[in-house]
Nanobody, 124 residues
């Protein structure tokens, strides 16, 4: 079983960049596909990006393609989400989720393990 902790959130201005980290403990991190989801106030949690357990495949939601990049370092048990050209509509609580030996998916139910989230606020 893996435990996940998100970090790196903060308050930035539109157009700025921010990198989020999802750090794991327990389990064999290199066997887990990891995804980032986000939840804006009053809205459902939605998919952002996912990276396969071996790093061979990534998946992004359309609204972040070309602006966000997901990557992983299995030796450091970390998945990062580099966010560039941030917009006010990117404001949300960002969560990472993990599932063992799965392919990247945009469905929340595809991931069993979740962190507590890190807040990203983008001012206009």
């Amino acid at each position: 079983q893996v435990q996940l902790v998100e970090s790196g959130g903060g308050l930035v201005q539109a157009g700025d960049s921010l990198t989020l980290s999802c750090t794991a403990s327990g389990g064999t991190f290199g066997t887990y596909t990891v995804a980032w989801f986000r939840q804006a106030p009053g809205k459902e949690r939605t998919f952002v990006a996912s990276i396969m357990w071996n790093g061979s495949k990534t998946l992004y939601t359309d609204s972040v393609k070309g602006r966000f990049t997901i990557s992983r370092n299995n030796a450091e048990k970390t998945v990062s989400l580099a966010m560039n050209s941030l917009k006010p509509e990117d404001t949300a609580l960002y969560y990472c989720g993990a599932e063992r030996f799965s392919v990247p998916s945009g469905r929340e139910r595809s991931y069993t393990y979740w962190g507590q989230g890190t807040q990203v606020t983008v001012s206009s």
